[in-house]
């Protein structure tokens, strides 16, 4: 029994025989990460969120002991209470929550990335601490992906001791082969870059950093929830006998569905059709490559592992908006966001705390009505109402960008010798489980522009280089 942090201690023991698991290759590409309790290799499993392992060395045995789970708490009934009140309850809990991850014997700084979820934790924190706070920003010189002078403001604003760092596109870049060995099992998240980036500027500062990890999964703060709310109802407006038509979907056009139109992720009618359950439809959009994609690409006998299967039931406590912050919570949050945090900040030796992660406060957001986290097209309703006591509306408001960099760009111009190097005939040849044809051809297509979804051959990249260093 091999027990570590992360894989690459259990890769040290010269016994581990590092049998590809074929389920997480097919999760890797569908997902872009592995979810619990799988890992890339067979026989080495994540212990799950909210459980532990109890081994009983006398009978061989292993039980797996569940201790927690957030959806006990959606499936409460919602509380009835006015908007006032669960402000103020948010509220009290920020504060308890933000302080007590300030409790430390080494200097402590705040991610601060110019949004709402990292602000309402730096000016809480600032309004309650007579010391400055100290604030860490990293800016690029690409405008659209550049938040830094957002953030200079609202640093400005609060008072805080607040560091910035332009980083050159060659700095970013120079990231890319350190990758494999930060994540030590294919991982596809490409937000990796500038979250060790700022890790690393942050470290030469402090040693224990706060995030703000949460926020859209607890307040609703993802451009997919208003989305998939209309899917959803789109489709529920079609009766059931017309959906179970055979020739209705082989003939439906996605001008019937006009959002969907111009959305490559979504160009996937008979899907989603066919999928009305919410977890389906979640399932269908949090896919990068589709049933049908995987089985051209990967040679695998079995593409069909979801990303909820064995998950616990959420009930009829939970309207559409609640089920999909509970799935996200539940999922997408652990295995990719905090993956992505935890490394990036541990491969520099910086300790990463994550304030909103306080289980207080999604034991008492979670069971609010969705309407005080999407309220009319309003996301973060809550959030933002409690930001607005510490920060003003014309400093906050503005488009949401998300922690990116420009990587479509950056594959086709400086970073295209990576797709030469790492895809082709022979490093693909080194393994069998992709096809060589097909992934050559997309490595094409998206050179030329003719295959639009970055991701996509990103994916491939990170797992040819994943293979490389650790196979």
Same mark, same amino acid.
């Given at each position: ?272 059709? &066919? ?7 979640? $399932?269908?959009?949090? @896919? %990068?490559? +589709?049933?049908?994609? =995987? ?112 990587? &479509? ?7 295209? $010798?990576?797709?030469? @190097? %790492?895809? +082709?005939?022979?490093? =693909? ?41 650790w196979m």
């Open positions: 029994m091999l027990f570590a942090s992360e894989l690459k201690s259990i890769y040290t023991y010269p016994n581990f025989e590092k049998n590809i698991n074929e389920q997480a290759v097919s999760l890797f590409f569908k997902y872009a990460y592995i979810r619990a309790p799988h890992t890339i290799f067979k026989h080495t499993y994540k212990v799950k969120p909210g459980h532990y392992i109890k081994i009983d060395v006398v009978h061989k045995t292993v039980e797996d002991i569940k201790y927690y789970d957030v959806l006990d708490y959606y499936n409460k009934p919602k509380l009835k209470i006015s908007e006032e009140e669960a402000a103020t309850e948010v509220e009290r809990l920020f504060t308890s929550a933000f302080q007590y991850r300030m409790v430390s014997d080494v200097p402590v700084g705040v991610f601060l990335s110019g949004g709402y979820d990292s602000g309402v934790v730096a000016a809480v924190l600032q309004a309650n601490n007579t010391q400055r706070i100290k604030t860490f920003t990293i800016g690029f010189n690409e405008a659209k992906y550049n938040e830094a002078h957002h953030a200079k403001k609202m640093a400005e604003y609060m008072g805080t001791d607040h560091h910035e760092y332009y980083c050159t596109t060659k700095e970013a870049q120079d990231i890319l082969p350190d990758l494999p060995e930060i994540y030590d099992e294919p991982f596809g998240d490409s937000s990796a870059i500038p979250t060790t980036l700022v890790s690393r500027f942050a470290r030469k500062h402090v040693t224990v950093s706060l995030s703000a990890d949460g926020g859209d999964e607890i307040f609703a703060g993802y451009m997919r929830y208003p989305f998939l709310q209309r899917i959803n109802n789109t489709i529920h407006g079609f009766p059931k006998a017309v959906l179970n038509t055979g020739k209705f979907l082989s003939n439906l056009s996605v001008n019937f569905v006009p959002f969907l139109k111009n959305n490559s992720r979504m160009l996937r009618i008979h899907e989603l059709l &066919n999928g009305s359950d919410i977890l389906n439809i979640a $399932d269908i959009f949090s @896919q %990068y490559y +589709n049933t049908a994609e =995987l089985k051209a690409l990967l040679k695998l006998r079995n593409v069909n592992a979801g990303l909820y299967d064995e998950m616990s039931p959420i009930n009829n406590q939970n309207d559409f908006i609640n089920t999909c912050l509970a799935l996200d919570y539940s999922i997408y949050m652990v295995d990719d966001i905090l993956a992505k945090v935890d490394r990036a900040t541990m491969s520099v030796g910086l300790e990463g705390r994550e304030p909103l992660l306080d289980n207080r406060i999604i034991e008492f957001v979670s069971q609010l009505p969705s309407k005080l986290k999407y309220n009319h097209g309003e996301k973060k309703y809550l959030l933002k109402k409690i930001t607005h006591k510490y920060l003003p509306k014309t400093l906050m408001d503005r488009p949401k960008s998300g922690f990116a960099l420009p990587v &479509n760009e950056w594959l086709r111009e400086d970073l295209k $010798d990576y797709l030469f @190097q %790492y895809i +082709n005939e022979g490093q =693909l040849g080194k393994h069998n489980f992709i096809n060589s044809k097909k992934a050559i051809l997309l490595r094409n297509d998206f050179i030329v522009g003719k295959e639009n979804t970055d991701t996509k051959i990103w994916l491939l990249l990170m797992f040819q280089m994943w293979w490389n260093r």
